[in-house]
Every structure is written in structure tokens, then in C-alpha cells.
């Protein structure tokens, strides 16, 4: 046998192990007999995952467990990289990153809520936070506002924003702009230029649906890495053309890289319908996205695994919705690469679910309802290596 130091040097982590953690197991952690689901690795099959040091050490049958300070049993349960939410609103205390850490999101992205003028307490919380938080930076100064943030586009102050990001370049991952029509009024293309001014290299995330503009206008001023969010959104400019086809300028954009998030939220930004023409196109996203508020939390969106599931009941396979709160959506933050997959060395982020069978109901946007026999329901979550119970379970 191997003794701790030989194994880790084999393994090539020894530099990552802080020399003074004295242990008599080898392992910190062992989740036990799940279903391991690492779409970004292309695997699935039946295996134990083995944490020591904050770290995933090995995946393979049969861990014996006396190498193991603690157990997880997760036979009949499905074990995937911590889920990443690329579209969430932590900044109001009604909604706390510790809230969706139990959810089983390990990294998530703010989305705007706040603006050069009160970056500082969102970044607070960010670094308080117990998961991974970075922050699109709102190109308004004030952040999301009920009247609508935009109305007059002098709040979208190109050098306040720049100075905001300089400052919090650590926390900044990219820039956000709400486009409809009630938050940027006539001069949403004029708020997607200056958002792009801001962002530079990195990406700005765009919410559209119900714009002045029509969405080709507005896909034709983005770059490669920026991200279209509530891509399933009602009309007027919706992603369908008026025969319900999905716009080539769309699958255009999609070819030369920008991408195509999901955004659920409560108002506005999804109905099956649209979802189902656009997916007999067969556009569907890149990512899905909670978009979650505090009142998000009991009303339409309740957590992203609730949201997966939602595209569960719409077709799409389980490994492919996995992917897109995973790997796919890691691609989307250079502070999250090499984030959302489970490969050995990687940081221990890592969600445990029952994939629940029998009659589930699930609305959209205007309540309509659907019934789907398959629901995602959080079991365990572990963070860096640390294990948190779900209290939704
Ligand atoms: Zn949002």
C-alpha cells in the first residue's frame, strides 16, 4: 500500500496539500455508490468520489472505507460537479448565498443588482459569502431599480463603471444590461454599446425580451463570450420570427460564439410555448439559469434544481441539463475554469441529488401549468470539501 505522502506525489498534488494536516484516514470524504454525473468529463456510471484536502482525489469503485474519516452513502442518489448559477440576485438580505449554497450551488453570478454606486456592498457580500460569488457589474449606476434603471441612459456612465470594475476586479466578472423596453425605454442598442465599452474582454450579459428593438439589432453589436439571457421570453421580439421559427440572425450569433442562457425568474422571461418552438428548432440553451430573488424563492422559480427539472420536462436528457448548470456554464466565467467538472485534483465542489420519480407540477412566467415525472430534489452538497445538508430534502 501507498503510504499518504507516496500517494500524493504519484498523483501529483502534493503542492496543494498544506504539510502540517496530520490524518490516519487518506480521505477526508466519501460519497459512496452514487451515480456520478460529470458531463464535461463524459462520465457516467456508478462510483465512489474521494475528497481529502478540499480536493477530489480519485473516482472509482470501491473505496474502501476504512481510507475515509467520513462517509456519504449516495447509492440510489446522482452525483455531479456543484451546480453553477450564472444568473442570480444575492444582493438584498431576502436571499443569501448560504440559501442557495444548500440548493447545491457552488458558484454563482450575480446579475446586475448592483451598479457603480453600490458595488462595495454587493462585493461584501460576495466575500462573505460560504460559496463562490463574482458579480456582473450593473453598467447603470444604481444597480436594478423597480422604475427601471435605464430610463434615462445617462445612468449607464461609462467611466463610473470602469472605475467600479478597477476597484473590484477580483469580484467583477462582467458587465449586465437589462434591455425591455420598461427598463431602457428607446436606446437599448445605445445600452448595449456602452456596456460593451465597460466590459472590455470580459463578457457582458444582456436581459432581453419585450426590447424597443428587435433582438437581431441587438445580437448584431455583441462579441463572442457575451451571453443572451431569458432567451425564452414572450413577445414583442421574442427569438421566433412571426411564422414561430427560431431567427437565423439567432443561430448566427450562436455559430460565432455568444451564448444562450436561460433566466428564469418570475416576470417576462419564459412561457412553455416559446420554449416549445423553439426547441422543435432545436434551440436549446447553452445554460440554465435561476435568475432567483428573494421572492423568486416561493413564487415560479423556487432553486435551480427546480429549473433543470423544468427542462427535464421539456426533452431535454438529463446529462445535457447537468451540463448546462456545470461545465457549459463554467466556460462562461474565466474565475470559474476548471470549475464544474469532477476531475481528480479539482476543487471539491460537488452536489448530491435524488432524481425523484412521479407527478410533478411546474408553471412558466404567466402560471401556466405542466406536469413532469422527474424532479431534481438536493440531497448533500460539498463545498471545498466541506459537507452541507440540504434543508429542501
Ligand atoms: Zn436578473
Not at 33 to 47: E, H, M, S
Not at 144 to 170: F, S, W, Y
Request: one cysteine or more.
Amino acid at each position: 500500500m501507498l503510504t499518504r505522502r507516496a500517494f500524493l506525489t504519484a498523483t501529483g498534488v502534493m503542492a496543494l496539500t498544506p504539510a502540517s494536516r496530520v490524518s490516519t484516514a487518506r480521505y477526508d470524504l466519501v460519497i459512496k455508490g452514487g451515480r456520478v454525473l460529470d458531463p464535461g468529463r463524459q462520465v457516467d456510471r456508478v462510483a465512489d468520489v474521494a475528497i481529502e484536502g478540499g480536493r477530489i482525489r480519485a473516482i472509482q469503485p470501491n473505496i474502501a472505507i476504512a481510507d475515509a474519516a467520513d462517509v456519504f452513502d449516495a447509492r440510489d442518489k446522482i452525483v455531479t460537479p456543484g451546480l453553477i448559477d450564472l444568473h442570480v440576485h444575492v444582493g438584498a438580505p431576502d436571499l443569501t448565498p448560504a440559501a442557495l449554497l444548500r440548493d447545491g450551488v457552488t458558484s454563482m453570478v450575480d446579475g446586475g443588482s448592483a451598479g457603480a454606486d453600490n458595488i462595495d456592498a454587493l462585493v461584501r457580500v460576495a466575500q462573505a459569502a460560504p460559496n463562490r460569488v463574482r458579480i456582473f457589474l450593473n453598467v447603470a449606476r444604481t444597480g436594478v431599480t423597480g422604475q427601471g434603471e435605464l430610463l434615462n441612459i445617462e445612468a449607464a456612465d461609462v467611466d463610473a463603471a470602469r472605475r467600479a470594475m478597477k476597484q473590484h476586479r477580483d469580484w467583477i466578472a462582467g458587465v449586465k444590461v437589462r434591455l425591455s423596453e420598461n427598463v431602457a425605454g428607446d436606446h437599448d442598442l445605445e445600452a448595449v454599446r456602452r456596456a460593451r465599452q465597460v466590459a472590455g474582454p470580459l463578457p457582458v450579459m444582456l436581459h432581453v425580451g419585450q426590447t424597443f428593438s428587435p433582438l437581431p439589432k441587438i445580437l448584431a453589436l455583441l462579441k463572442p463570450g457575451d451571453i443572451v439571457t431569458h432567451i425564452y421570453s414572450p413577445p414583442p421580439h421574442s427569438l421566433l420570427d412571426a411564422a414561430g421559427h427560431v431567427l437565423p440572425e439567432v443561430r448566427a450569433a450562436r455559430m460565432r460564439g455568444v451564448r444562450f442562457d436561460v433566466g428564469n425568474g418570475r416576470n417576462g422571461h419564459i412561457t412553455w410555448p416559446i420554449v416549445d418552438a423553439a426547441t422543435r428548432d432545436g434551440f436549446w440553451p447553452d445554460t440554465i439559469s435561476s435568475d432567483i430573488t428573494g421572492p423568486g424563492r416561493t413564487f415560479r422559480v423556487f432553486d435551480l434544481p427546480t429549473v433543470v427539472s423544468k427542462f427535464l420536462m421539456l426533452g431535454m436528457p438529463l446529462d445535457q441539463a447537468i451540463a448546462c448548470v456545470t461545465n457549459h456554464a463554467a466556460a462562461n466565467v474565466s474565475a470559474f475554469k476548471g470549475l464544474g467538472t469532477l476531475g481528480p485534483g479539482r476543487p471539491a465542489d460537488i452536489a448530491v441529488f435524488e432524481l425523484r420519480e412521479g407527478d410533478f407540477e411546474f408553471v412558466d412566467n404567466v402560471d401556466a401549468k405542466r406536469t413532469g415525472h422527474r424532479k431534481l430534489v438536493t440531497s448533500t452538497v460539498v463545498m471545498n470539501g466541506k459537507k452541507f445538508v440540504s434543508e429542501r430534502s
